[in-house]
């Protein structure tokens, strides 16, 4: 197809895509004349893949092609694939210098509160995790760490549903796609249904329900299913 | 105090305080001479908050303004200014166009699964994850949309926490705080977890465990706990 055919197929502007081709995000078309260039099905693909990233993720270029050049090493196992797309699609940093001992062994705490005993006690994630522990103490926010572990809790939810999706997929790279798809717009997702879902919290805790509705016990009696 | 004190008590450089001063993130402090400014332990407070919402939540400068304006706005009630700043705080954009009416009905369906009635059903973030949705459809991926609702779980049990943490407050201020914290540094350690949830649950799933402890059902022992 020409370009304008893919341009109209995926919503990219033709002047993106000649972007894309020149940062290596996608590769050139086939030049079939002077003035044409043949582009094929793997395009089509492929620039969806790059629109996800690049609109819903909000992930720089220079991230995309690291997480596409992820994509395409084929010697990489998938483990390590997998952990290197993760890290680069992160929209948080993992910090540079060691947290504070006390907020890594309470990021420590909650992830052995979960069972989880397969996570390295250096995992760049637990740096993370102990870094937003030490910046709510610093704040005098230590009631808002989650010690109770809710936020695991729900974290091994969409986990497991995550997997559960890639565990249906057999060829690698069917894998690594639906996995690079499934971490940005699932973090998409997540977001906007913690936000709708605070709305709804919000709602039956400050009792404003009961104006609109029959009232706030019959959203309560709803909480559970 | 001097402005050396407040960076060393914040950790962030004298330089980017008067940067912060000049973007009116920060109200400069109280000039007792020529080359002497004082400041006080409300500039403490807020520069360790700007802090958070830069360096973990990756906030731009001007999103910053527009989420301190909310909270310095005395006349917007609680819940309007909930709102503004947690679109404010939104790593993923609302859509500029409406979504496929399959896309949003799909949306509103996981809503209404999960009992919440309290939902404008044009919200925003209805929006956001109608757009999600279409997209993971449009790259062949229909599978990866959480019919089921397991996302929206987990969400409840996320915003049950944070509202719970919200309840305890009185203060306007106070509350806002929280919220803007909450957000930020909830987003960073719900993606943080959910990274290392999912390298758990994939020990577990490909069984990669056994070679490093007595066996993966220890692993599938204590999912539940």
Do not use: C
């Not at 003035?35 to 909000?58: C, D, F």
């Not at 808002?144 to 997997?163: N, P, W």
């Not at 973090?187 to 249904?193: G, N, R």
């Not at 609109?212 to 299913?225: F, H, I, P, W, Y």
């Amino acid at each position: 197809m020409r370009i304008g055919e893919l341009s109209a197929r995926t919503g990219v502007p033709a002047a993106t895509i000649k972007y894309y081709v020149r940062e290596g995000l996608l590769s050139g078309g086939e030049r079939r004349s002077h003035n044409q260039v043949e582009y094929g099905e793997e395009h089509v693909r492929r620039l969806r893949l790059v629109r996800a990233m690049v609109e819903v993720g909000s992930v720089p270029i220079a991230k995309v092609r690291e997480v596409l050049a992820e994509i395409e090493e084929p010697d990489r196992d998938l483990d390590s694939t997998l952990g290197v797309a993760s890290r680069a699609l992160s929209q948080h940093r993992v910090p540079a210098e060691e947290p504070a001992a006390e907020d890594l062994e309470l990021a420590r705490a909650i992830v052995r509160g979960r069972g989880w005993h397969s996570i390295d006690p250096d995992h760049g994630y637990l740096w993370t995790l102990a870094d937003a522990i030490g910046r709510l103490r610093e704040l005098g926010l230590a009631d808002m760490v989650d010690v109770t572990g809710e936020y695991a809790r729900a974290a091994e939810i969409v986990a497991e549903f995550d997997l559960s999706l890639l565990a249906n997929r057999k060829e690698r790279d069917e894998i690594l796609e639906a996995m690079v798809i499934g971490t940005v717009l699932g973090d998409a997702i997540f977001e906007a249904l913690r936000r709708i879902a605070q709305v709804e919290v919000s709602s039956r805790v400050f009792q404003r329900g009961q104006r609109k509705q029959s009232g706030a016990e019959q959203n309560l009696s709803t909480v559970d299913r």
